[in-house]
């Protein structure tokens, strides 16, 4: 799909993308409040998550890159909802998007081609937290048919505040 100059390519995470894949979750660790972590991570900190994501099942991992430079743009994953097996036909997904490729569509083709990946999956249902405010990802879960569910007030503590999380849930 074209954005920008550039044609983008989704395609699913490989071990090759760990070290990319961690720099972009630690710009969101050291930056803002949309992840919850405080400290970066190294990549072999990171491998156990990546492994955690294989080509095939509930929990998925989609990577979008530039088609030309094969940077990674951004990527979305679906993840355990919670431990406990009678959540097993739950997911929590995500989606972060390199911050000199937000609002260029990256967003849509990685949830595109991670809701078709799960489309043929047992789940029921899929979750999405989103630390607020965060405009733009409310926006991108409203289009995927996320509806709003209730907002954990001052989940979390990060850079010396308070943020809430607004849940979202999507039939699947």
């Keep these: 799909m074209p954005t920008g100059h550039a044609e983008v390519q989704v395609r699913p995470g490989v071990e090759d993308d760990l070290k990319a894949l961690t720099d972009l979750y630690n710009h969101y660790v050291r930056e803002t409040p949309i992840t ?24 998925r991992l989609r990577v979008a890159t530039d088609a030309d430079s094969q940077e990674i743009l951004g990527y979305a994953t679906s993840s355990p909802y919670r ?17 000199h490729a937000a609002g260029r569509g990256v967003g849509t083709l990685l949830y595109t081609a991670l809701f078709e990946a799960l489309a043929d999956e047992d789940l029921h249902r899929a979750y999405a937290g989103i630390a607020q405010p965060n405009e733009p990802s409310v926006r991108l879960h409203e289009r995927f048919g996320f509806r709003y569910v209730g907002t954990y007030r001052e989940v ?11 849940w979202y849930e999507k039939p699947l």
Excluded: N
């Excluded at 979390?156 to 607004?166: H, P």
């Design 156 to 166: 979390g503590r990060k850079f010396g505040r308070y943020w809430d999380v607004a």
């Design 36 to 59: 919850f972590d405080t400290e970066p991570f190294t990549p072999e900190e990171r491998r156990p998550w990546l492994l955690s994501h294989p080509e095939d099942g509930a929990h």
């Design 83 to 99: 431990a406990k097996p009678a959540y097993g036909t739950s997911v929590e997904t995500t989606v972060y998007v390199a911050p």
